[in-house]
């Protein structure tokens, strides 16, 4: 590689970072950019709809400090590169960093560079032939995340109005959830179908008693020459007893030998699937170990990349990898092992050829050599990676399959029963020397394991036992994360780098729950596919979103203007979202008759208020009036609960049936009584039981409740917010975790006051006395530390997002003195503070010696994506909840809230 100058290279992750560092040398700074630097707006569509579908970029909130860094590096480099993944993200990445860097430093160079693996060889060669930004792989990018977000963000606020509030709609996840969907409801109207299997031992004549011990098993393969079909009892009993005095000879001996081909070797689909069904692994896990491989792992000398880049759908693999496996298979197993011409593979249409498939980047190291540089999960995806490539350059797999069918000589019994028996054999091995698993569970039968004798066709058989075996069909499968990634690939619907986005995606937004490993779609998920799909058929058509992709391919290959296609799909998109519209509205006449019917006699039930809210029939009626007034159209949810406001009034409305029939939605109406009942019920069986009640009225007992206390602005009255949470308990509500946090905290505030508290304590697992004494104790020490403080740091945020140290331990002191129990996340807080500020508190460590001041945490095996320098920790977040952070934490504030989310936004 020729000398670089003071050049500046930009990756994606740390991780990629250290591993260049060793093949490029100190002299280059090498940046991460931890992904995207920027994308579309957080909080709003962020596309100029009537100006071109332009995208309106901002940096990423997370991404400041980041941008800083590389803003700072840029101006002191002679040149940059932009050496992210070499896909279509990667390349959105790069010339996302081109634009937001490019006007930093005047004639500054910015060289693209790719490769598909991280070896001292292939960086270099990458590093030697620098290009241009492949416009076509970001506009490919770009039309994708303009598509989804015009989707996710218009069609959303429809399941918002009719489903549930947070629910969303997405261009791709919605057409896998639907596929899932319509799947269950195979499985849910399946109806199984009784048949029967007859099942006969047989010996040959004259063998002796020793030999005639080991008989061998032959099934029912024709019935009078035609395919079986036994349906009942009585028919397998009657065919039993009919065929077993019978007497038998050979009628068909062959010998058929085979050839078993490799597999090829994996690319991203086919990964996700072999792993998911061999490893237990998700696709969020499978995808997150392959980066680790494929990024560097520290193999003693250093890190180092040890597969190919995992993101690919193409089956190509180069002529120097190739010849080096053909090499080790002939040294290691022989030379029969390598087929005369090397294994070549057919990739779809699609696939991206200047890629490669998944393979290990030096085939001399073998899973036994990597394992002490691997951790477990790492080592059994490595492994698994290693014998499919392997595997895939080695001669066919050869076998012999021997089969033998009996029937019975004719007159000897009222049908003719030809039994058959089958065993494949192995003659050479092949390739299923290294590997000889299936990518998917089921996907081929099951011989019956069993040696068959010699025997020549007219040979007589002895019939030794004949069973009847009862059976029943079976519905397809509920589609495994494994399968499902295989029936987007089989549709055409998403690509590598989304197939487990998409996964975890209808699981995140609880759509779809994993149940023993199958994908089962919740409640939730049936109401959003059923709305989707009623509403916007076309538009979550499996065939359409696989058009979709296929424009996208065009676009990447330079023959579609990006914006022309957006274009193209907006002009369809528009309209289908217009009649969704218009199907959620109420006809207008309806809707006035019925408001018709409420007199000014109405005697209105009082306002009620549930939680935050507060429901007021005269107040929604009036909405109503008006709204009709000023001509608005009414949505599918007002609807419902103008119908529901008739129900609770119809003894108060004249003539209501007659104008139910007229208005032809008696139906309707039949249909949400029944509803409104079941709900009522559901609520009478939640209501809480005497004693429950007496738990949740304990604080009855207070004769003296503290003043109301004002801080900031807002108002916390013990005595109000305790009466509500008794309104909401004996009206069945069930209360939130922190509802019931926040009740616990004032029994033992007011726990003097409480005759029963030890039988409250036990109830409600409360601390006791001792306890509390000893927590008191310990906090009277941290405050009293943190007055000495003297200097805070400066508030920081705005509106309800601003803290201000001083402030925050003048509160809680103030708290502590009024008696109040501090919640853990006050405590947990305060204890930070003063592990930030301890130099300035005298003999601090001498101090707090005995308070436990930072909780424990579970280290995991995961690199964190934004530092590298440290490993995730499981910690203890508010509300019992669980996070995972960076164990270097305050340098590095990464943090998730599940393992499957690393790598994503934070």
């Avoid at 058509?541 to 193209?568: C, H, K, P």
């Avoid at 949470?725 to 509802?739: H, I, M, N, R």
Wanted: hydrophobic share 35%; charged share 30%; glycine share 6%.
């Amino acid at each position: 590689m020729d000398q670089m100058g003071k050049s500046l290279v930009i990756v994606e992750s740390p991780t990629k970072a250290r591993t260049l560092s060793r093949i490029l040398g100190d002299e280059v700074n090498i940046v991460a950019s931890i992904g995207h630097i920027r994308d579309l707006p957080e909080k709003r569509l962020g596309i100029d709809i009537k100006n071109g579908f332009e995208p309106q970029y901002e940096i990423s909130s997370q991404r400041k400090d980041v941008m800083a860094e590389l803003t700072k590096a840029v101006k002191s480099a002679d040149s940059v590169y932009l050496a992210t993944d070499p896909d279509r993200e990667g390349e959105a990445i790069a010339w996302h960093l081109f634009e937001v860097l490019k006007d930093c430093k005047q004639d500054l160079e910015f060289l693209r560079v790719t490769f598909h693996e991280i070896t001292r060889k292939a960086v270099n060669h990458a590093f030697d032939s620098p290009h241009k930004l492949n416009m076509n792989l970001v506009n490919a990018q770009q039309a994708r995340r303009v598509l989804d977000r015009i989707v996710g963000y218009q069609v959303s606020p429809l399941l918002w109005n009719r489903v549930e509030r947070g629910t969303s709609a997405g261009r791709v996840q919605s057409v896998a959830l639907r596929l899932i969907c319509e799947r269950q409801v195979e499985i849910d109207v399946f109806k199984p179908k009784e048949y029967w299997n007859l099942l006969a031992s047989f010996t040959k004549n004259g063998e002796t008693e020793a030999a005639a011990a080991e008989p061998f098993v032959a099934k029912l393969h024709r019935l009078n020459g035609e395919k079986v079909d036994i349906t009942n009892s009585e028919q397998a009993e009657a065919y039993t007893g009919d065929a077993a005095g019978a007497t038998y000879q050979v009628a068909d001996v062959s010998k058929t030998p085979r050839k078993r081909h490799a597999s090829p070797p994996f690319i991203t689909s086919t990964l996700q699937q072999a792993a998911s069904s061999n490893l237990r692994f998700s696709t969020d896990q499978i995808m997150r170990l392959a980066q680790q491989l494929y990024e560097g792992v520290d193999t003693g000398s250093g890190p180092s990349g040890l597969i190919t880049y995992m993101r690919t759908d193409s089956f190509n693999v180069a002529s120097e990898a190739r010849e080096s496996t053909r090499t080790y298979i002939s040294e290691t197993f022989g030379a029969e092992f390598i087929p005369q011409k090397p294994n070549t593979f057919k990739a779809r249409k699609s696939a991206q050829e200047a890629h490669e498939a998944i393979r290990p980047t030096d085939v001399n190291l073998t899973p036994e050599a990597a394992k002490p540089f691997l951790d477990d999960r790492q080592h059994k995806l490595y492994t698994l990676i290693w014998n499919r490539f392997v595997a895939s350059q080695m001669s066919p797999a050869e076998t012999n399959l021997y089969a033998i069918e009996l029937e019975n000589e004719k007159g000897s019994a009222n049908h003719i029963y030809r039994f058959r028996a089958s065993v494949t054999t192995v003659t050479f091995q092949g390739f299923m020397r290294v590997y000889n698993l299936k990518d998917i569970e089921g996907d081929a039968d099951e011989e019956v394991k069993q040696t068959l004798p010699e025997l020549a066709q007219g040979t007589g058989c002895n019939l030794q036992e004949l069973e009847r075996e009862q059976k029943f069909t079976e519905p397809p499968p509920a589609y495994s994360e494994a399968s499902l990634v295989r029936a987007l690939e089989a549709n055409g619907i998403g690509r590598p780098s989304t197939y487990a986005g998409i996964v975890r995606t209808i699981q995140k937004r609880t759509y779809v729950n994993r149940e023993k490993g199958k994908l089962v779609p919740t409640d939730l998920g049936k109401t959003v596919n059923a709305y989707l799909v009623d509403k916007m058929p076309k538009l979550f058509e499996v065939a359409f979103t696989a058009r979709m992709e296929d424009e996208l391919d065009t676009i990447e290959q330079g023959s579609l203007n990006w914006y022309q296609m957006i274009e193209n799909f907006y002009g369809d998109f528009s309209e289908w979202l217009t009649e969704a519209k218009l199907g959620e509205s109420a006809d207008s006449e309806a809707v006035g008759r019925l408001l018709g019917a409420f007199s000014d006699s109405i005697d209105w039930h009082p306002a009620e208020k549930v939680g935050r809210r507060t429901y007021d029939d005269k107040k929604f009626y009036t909405s109503l009036k008006r709204q009709l007034d000023n001509g608005k159209v009414f949505s599918d949810k007002q609807w419902k609960a103008l119908l529901i406001l008739v129900l609770r009034y119809e003894k108060q409305l004249a003539d209501l049936p007659a104008m139910i029939s007229e208005l032809d939605i008696g139906g309707v109406i039949d249909e949400l009584r029944q509803e409104l009942h079941e709900r009522e019920q559901k609520r009478a069986a939640q209501k809480p039981d005497d004693n429950t009640l007496r738990i949740y009225r304990c604080l009855d007992q207070v004769g003296e409740w503290d003043a109301p206390v004002q801080r900031g602005k807002r108002t916390y009255d013990d005595r109000q917010f305790y009466q509500s949470l008794v309104e909401q308990v004996e009206a069945g509500k069930t209360l939130s975790d922190a509802q019931l946090n926040a009740l616990k905290r004032l029994i033992i505030k007011y726990r003097t006051q409480l005759a029963d508290y030890d039988d409250l304590q036990a109830a409600l697992e409360l601390p006791s006395q001792a306890e509390l004494d000893k927590t008191r104790a310990q906090l009277k020490i941290l405050l009293g530390l943190a007055a000495e403080i003297g200097e805070f740091a400066p508030p920081t945020g705005k509106g309800k997002r601003r803290f201000d140290e001083r402030e925050f331990v003048s509160s809680l002191a103030e708290q502590f003195e009024q008696g109040a129990q501090l919640t853990n996340p006050q405590v947990s807080a305060l204890k930070r503070l003063l592990v930030k500020h301890k130099k300035k508190i005298e003999n601090f460590d001498d101090r707090v010696a005995g308070i436990e001041l930072q909780p424990p945490h579970k280290k995991t095996d995961v690199d964190c994506p934004r530092c590298g320098n440290g490993k995730l920790c499981e910690r203890p977040g508010r509300g019992g909840a669980t996070f995972f952070g960076c164990e270097t934490y305050p340098k590095c504030k990464y943090h998730v809230t599940s393992l499957d989310d690393v790598g994503g936004e934070e």
